[in-house]
């Protein structure tokens, strides 16, 4: 595998997620899509595999998580996100969402949060300048970016000469 580094950023996506209460809920796989595999739920994918989430923990809630994935192959992949409680990353514990993104274009490949049953599955392709083989490198970039607290609106202020 080359180093994420010193490849063409034609062949990365950015998958960038926010998560709810829950992270250690989520996980996500990259893989080569074909028309005779199947992808049953998110313990259950035939197919090969190139990229997989880091493990999530309690600690990363309400924050956006981003990982850069190289692939090295041009080929059709599939964008597979899990939630174990199959009640996706959205609404019921708060507002998480996630977006692939094509690194050199910008282009949003797939974007949700809300979903039913375990997974979420989108294909994608992209045009990549190395052909070596279905292998990936992920580099982690930990954004974290949490949602600003609301503060209460101030009260108005009353006159008391004013009541009537």
């Known amino acids: 595998m080359q180093d994420a580094s010193s490849r063409n950023n034609?062949?990365?996506v950015?998958?960038?997620?926010?998560f709810d209460r829950y992270p250690v809920d989520t996980s996500w796989s990259i893989v080569v899509y074909d028309a005779n595999s199947t992808i049953d739920n998110g313990d259950d994918i035939t197919g090969t595999v190139v990229a997989t989430s880091p493990a999530y923990d309690a600690s990363m809630a309400f924050t956006e998580q981003?990982?850069?994935?190289?692939?090295?192959?041009?080929?059709?992949y599939s964008f597979v996100?899990?939630?174990v409680y199959e009640d996706a990353i959205c609404?019921?514990?708060g507002k998480g969402n996630y977006t692939l993104t094509s690194v050199s274009s910008?282009?949003?490949?797939?974007?949700?949060?809300?979903?039913?049953?375990?997974?979420?599955?989108?294909?994608?392709?992209?045009?990549?300048t190395?052909?070596?083989?279905?292998?990936?490198?992920?580099?982690?970039?930990t954004t974290t970016t949490t949602s600003p607290?609301?503060?209460?609106?101030?009260?108005?202020?009353?006159n008391n000469n004013d009541i009537t």
Not at 66 to 76: D, G, K
Not at 130 to 141: G, Y
Request: aromatic share 6%.
């Open 130 to 141: 190395s052909t070596t083989s279905a292998n990936a490198t992920t580099t982690t970039t």
């Open 91 to 93: 609404c019921d514990w």
């Open 106 to 128: 910008g282009n949003v490949l797939a974007t949700g949060g809300a979903w039913s049953g375990p997974s979420e599955t989108t294909t994608f392709s992209l045009a990549v």
């Open 66 to 76: 981003t990982e850069r994935v190289c692939l090295t192959a041009q080929e059709t």
């Open 81 to 83: 996100i899990n939630d």
């Open 14 to 18: 950015d998958i960038s997620i926010f």
């Open 10 to 12: 034609s062949s990365c």
């Open 149 to 158: 607290p609301i503060a209460p609106s101030p009260l108005p202020t009353i």
